[in-house]
């Protein structure tokens, strides 16, 4: 197991360095960069650009350099923990990133612990009770919450809370702490607010979580090794805990390598609906304005987030299921 860890830890670094490129390559591939589409949108608007000042700054931040020498430098600098200067936001990048960075994840795994508490009991019901007018039930509202987009779900939440009860739904805290420190005011402010965009991201995931573990206990509880448990006089629930709910759970750890990204970058379009202060929207303006800083560092967090997570899940599913091994052998 060791050594195979250590291989894959040096496989990481080519795979990184392919995704690096793919990146720059990418953010690389509209037309222009930050500057000229200021200069754009300043004549659009009828203002009169600085063409001077403008090349000035193109010149101060490299841009006028070959694309491979931007390269370089770009990925130089992240390795030394210097991740870019954002042209939007005039500020270094990890600066940009700070608050809206914790917030992302504090919204991230309050939604992913109350999905993992609701959908595992529910799950677990509703494949041992199958075909029950509780399954048919808890079918219906699984397959209803994966039906309806998050973003929708968000602007119906907003749209009653405004007519039902006058108030409005968005943020995740009070208007007078967005550019205050952490104090416990605004720290009790933001759990006032959390619950909505947690319950409206939860949704989606919680329901398609019921329904893959429901459709792989069935599919445990069938095999002979569960029956073989039951004829041996195992009690129902302990035969059910130790064996098949032990190998259903293959996905929810597989899932690990999609569930570390998805803590940083969040709900992008939900997030812009509801008007969070975490960084999926954040993103997302970085691509549109072409800030290649902010939004290359972004990207590659996130590759580098999912690498991470897909050597966590391979290594949990060789201790977790006996069946799975490192190498395949042939056996007599």
Do not use: C
């Amino acid at each position: 197991m060791l050594r195979y860890i250590i291989w894959r830890i040096g496989v990481m670094v080519p795979t990184l360095l392919v995704i690096s490129m793919l990146v720059f390559t990418i953010i690389q591939l509209p037309p222009g960069d930050f500057f000229q589409s200021q200069m754009a949108e300043l004549r659009a608007a009828g203002e009169t650009a600085n063409l001077q000042d403008m090349e000035e700054l193109r010149h101060e931040y490299g841009l006028d350099k070959p694309l491979p020498i931007q390269y370089i430098y770009w990925v130089g600098g992240m390795l030394h923990g210097d991740f870019g200067y954002s042209f939007e936001y005039q500020l270094p990048v990890s600066e940009v990133v700070g608050d809206r960075l914790w917030l992302t994840v504090l919204v991230s795994f309050t939604t992913i612990l109350l999905t993992w508490l609701i959908a595992f009991p529910i799950g677990i019901y509703s494949a041992t009770h199958q075909y029950s007018w509780s399954d048919y039930s808890l079918t219906f509202l699984g397959l209803l919450g994966i039906a309806i987009p998050n973003f929708m779900l968000a602007l119906i939440l907003m749209y009653f809370a405004n007519v039902w009860f006058g108030v409005s739904v968005g943020h995740l805290m009070d208007q007078q702490y967005l550019s205050q420190p952490i104090s416990w005011a605004k720290a009790r402010s933001i759990l006032s607010h959390l619950w909505i965009p947690v319950i409206i991201v939860g949704t989606a995931g919680t329901a398609g979580m019921i329904r893959r573990l429901r459709a792989n206990l069935l599919d445990e509880m069938q095999k002979q090794y569960v029956i073989t448990a039951r004829a041996k006089g195992l009690h129902p629930l302990r035969a059910l805990i130790k064996y098949p709910l032990r190998m259903a759970l293959n996905f929810f750890v597989a899932d690990i390598g999609s569930i570390l990204p998805s803590v940083i970058s969040g709900a992008e379009i939900t997030a812009i609906v509801l008007s969070l202060e975490t960084t999926g929207p954040m993103l997302i303006k970085a691509l549109q304005s072409q800030d290649m800083y902010l939004a290359g560092s972004f990207l590659m967090f996130l590759a580098l987030l999912n690498v991470i997570g897909v050597l966590i899940s391979d290594i949990a599913l060789g201790f977790l299921d006996p069946r799975i091994r490192l190498q395949g052998r042939s056996t007599r």
